[in-house]
């Protein structure tokens, strides 16, 4: 279920019989011939396919993350981490407030992995609450079906 198609109405009667919440997090940035947008295209698109059968919410993706080595690239915009670990967690504070427990973020790029940290530290700091950061390539099926097209899979290949 997508947020882009609901109302806050629709949300809030979401709310009273479900407490989990998808967040995409991507970065808009260079990948070669591919879309600026291929992280944001793929962990909304996994978020929606893997949340869709069990009806659970998924917001839309935060189209920027940390790309600094990308800066050359136009196009390619960067957050600083710590402005990227802010808007983490206020989008956290904020869904909590209004009632969210349970967190999946679907990571799309590899230079959000430090928000894996942030996300497990709000976590403790919030024990009614659960929060996961995950990657989506990184999964043992994931990665087998990359290393069938290519032996070392690597970025936007």
Same mark, same amino acid.
């Given at each position: 279920?997508?947020?882009?198609?609901?109302?806050?109405?629709?949300?809030?009667?979401?709310l009273k019989r479900d407490d989990r919440v998808v967040l995409p997090v991507g970065s808009t940035e260079q990948h070669g011939y591919?879309?600026?947008?291929?992280?944001?295209?793929?962990?909304?698109?996994?978020?929606?396919?893997?949340?869709?059968?069990?009806?659970?919410?998924?917001?839309?993706?935060?189209? &920027? %993350?940390?790309?600094?080595?990308?800066?050359?690239?136009?196009?390619?915009?960067?957050?600083? @981490?710590?402005? *990227?670990?802010? +808007?983490?967690?206020?989008?956290?504070?904020?869904? &909590? %407030?209004?009632?969210?427990?349970?967190?999946?973020?679907?990571?799309?790029?590899?230079?959000? @992995?430090?928000? *894996?940290?942030? +996300?497990?530290?709000?976590?403790?700091?919030?024990?009614?609450?659960?929060?996961?950061?995950?990657?989506?390539?990184?999964?043992?099926?994931?990665?087998?079906?990359?290393?069938?097209?290519?032996?070392?899979?690597?970025?936007?290949?």
């Open positions: 279920m997508r947020a882009r198609e609901l109302n806050w109405m629709h949300v809030e009667e979401y591919l879309s600026l947008e291929t992280d944001n295209i793929l962990a909304e698109r996994v978020s929606t396919e893997a949340a869709e059968p069990l009806g659970v919410l998924v917001l839309p993706v935060l189209p &920027y %993350g940390l790309t600094p080595s990308f800066q050359a690239y136009p196009g390619s915009p960067t957050l600083r @981490l710590s402005t *990227f670990f802010d +808007v983490l967690r206020d989008l956290l504070d904020s869904l &909590y %407030g209004q009632g969210f427990r349970r967190f999946l973020l679907v990571n799309g790029h590899g230079g959000n @992995l430090p928000a *894996f940290g942030l +996300v497990r530290e709000w976590a403790v700091e919030h024990d009614d609450a659960q929060a996961i950061f995950h990657s989506w390539w990184s999964s043992a099926r994931v990665q087998a079906a990359a290393r069938e097209v290519d032996p070392e899979p690597n970025h936007a290949n």
